[in-house]
């Protein structure tokens, strides 16, 4: 990672990809059979395991800022951006790109003992804004808040199933730390409170309805054992799970 003056640069075979901001000239990518002028507010994003080779215009030098990375999911991520846009593009939002890469830089030269972890959260993030490259700011938000509703509407759907934060950023194409910020922004919880709240509505609907014992009771909602299941319980509704279903016992009567 790095920023900086870039003459020419001819690579392959680099077990990493690579995410480019053009801040300051022009200058061209070679990448599988297409060529590409890349200029100042643009960006590129490549496979450094394949043929590719970069270099700055004469007449008009480029400075880029640039990072290589790799991880679990970058793979899937850079196939989906692909499926959507070109190795090249602009973004809406190309300060908040750049200013990623730098506290990606930041960092790392500065060593933390925090730095893969903060590192890894700037490169989600980077990806991001790359899979939403062909949306204007107006745009983005919008299309941010429908990925928030669709994850939203799968908790509601699948809350009994094993659902991670982790599992939700992959499967939705966002980064967990936007997730996260912006699920609370828009829903007022965390994405943990919705699912045990999902789970808790669910488990008075079969402590009311059902005969089950509270063990199946907990295993139907999602929950690893009961006792996991009667904490929440009481923790949500500020009665034991127990009780619960004996008030509606009773009032049935």
Same mark, same amino acid.
């Given at each position: 990672? /790095?920023? #900086? ?14 995410? /480019? /901001?053009?801040? +300051?000239?022009r200058g061209e990518l070679n990448f599988g059979r297409e060529t590409y002028t890349a200029s100042k507010g643009e960006c590129f994003l490549i496979d450094c ?21 790799? #991880? ?9 951006? !692909? ?47 790359? !899979?939403?490259a062909n949306y204007g700011m107006e745009q983005y938000d919008s299309v941010l808040k429908n990925k928030l509703m669709a994850v939203h509407n799968y908790i ?11 599992? !939700? ?9 936007? !997730?996260?910020?912006?699920? +609370? ?12 709240? /999902? ?5 008075? +609907? ?15 909602? #999602?929950?690893?054992d009961q006792s996991y299941f009667a904490r929440q319980f009481k923790k949500s509704e500020n009665i034991t799970c127990f009780t619960y279903r004996k008030m ?6």
């Amino acid at each position: 990672m /790095a920023a #900086g003056d870039t003459a020419a640069t001819h690579r392959q075979n680099l077990e990493s990809f690579l995410f /480019a /901001a053009v801040i +300051k000239g022009r200058g061209e990518l070679n990448f599988g059979r297409e060529t590409y002028t890349a200029s100042k507010g643009e960006c590129f994003l490549i496979d450094c395991r394949l043929p590719h080779f970069y270099r700055s215009s004469a007449d008009e030098p480029w400075e880029l800022i640039w990072v290589y990375f790799n #991880g679990a999911t970058s793979q899937q991520y850079y196939d989906f951006f !692909l499926s959507q846009s070109k190795n090249v593009f602009r973004l809406s939002s190309f300060e908040r790109a750049v200013s990623a890469v730098t506290k990606i830089i930041e960092v790392n030269e500065e060593k933390s003992p925090d730095a893969e972890i903060i590192s890894s959260k700037y490169i989600m993030d980077l990806l991001t804004l790359a !899979l939403m490259a062909n949306y204007g700011m107006e745009q983005y938000d919008s299309v941010l808040k429908n990925k928030l509703m669709a994850v939203h509407n799968y908790i509601d759907d699948h809350f009994s199933e094993d659902l991670s934060l982790e599992m !939700l950023s992959s499967k939705f194409y966002i980064s967990k730390f936007y !997730l996260t910020r912006e699920y +609370k922004k828009i829903y007022g919880m965390t994405i943990f409170q919705h699912i045990i709240t /999902a789970r808790i509505n669910y488990g008075k +609907k079969l402590l009311r309805f059902s005969d089950k014992s509270i063990d199946d009771i907990a295993h139907l909602c #999602g929950f690893n054992d009961q006792s996991y299941f009667a904490r929440q319980f009481k923790k949500s509704e500020n009665i034991t799970c127990f009780t619960y279903r004996k008030m509606w016992m009773d009032k049935s009567k």
